[in-house]
């Protein structure tokens, strides 16, 4: 199950470093990837001599829970589609590239998603996915390529989603 997408400058692993416990996931990388391994003693000092960094830090687990919860109410609250539009508009939010000349309407996902993996975010099985995205296409909200996704017009799908402006995602 794919639980998040995380890309370049992202910390990941942190959870199972401050509650010294077994790691809660995996990471799995969809290209070549450099990392460095922080050691918890090191990240400690560190962060004792950068509170800044500690409140970047607080920041990056508190929106990852935000995350977390608004997929768990979303479950209950919301049909299939509505949960898939509403995860599109969040990665559209957090990874987007802004296409040009399209004054801020139009723009790549961001990143390359399967529909497997996208109906995995959305708590969806893949056959309801495959609809819900074709139902997507329909309504001119997005446009489907191989492993990527055009959201056609960010403001009509965030209201098709119901992410208002409250939401900072």
Known sequence: ????????????????????????????????????????????????????ATRAILHMLSTRLRWANRRRVDFQAYDSLTRLARVLAELCQAYAKTAPDSDGKRCDLGVTLTQNELASLAGLKLNTAEKSL????????????????TICDVPKLLEFAKVFADNPY
């Not at 990471?27 to 460095?36: F, G, P, Y």
């Not at 074709?134 to 996704?149: D, K, M, Q």
């Open 1 to 52: 199950m794919l639980l998040a997408v995380r890309v370049a400058g992202d910390l990941v692993g942190e959870m199972a470093a401050f509650e010294e416990r077994p790691r809660s996931g995996t990471v799995i990388a969809c290209s070549d990837v450099t990392a460095r391994i922080i050691q918890m003693r090191t990240l400690e000092a560190f962060l004792t001599r950068h509170p800044d």
């Open 134 to 149: 074709a139902v997507l296409t329909a309504h001119g909200l997005v446009e489907r390529h191989y492993r990527n996704i």
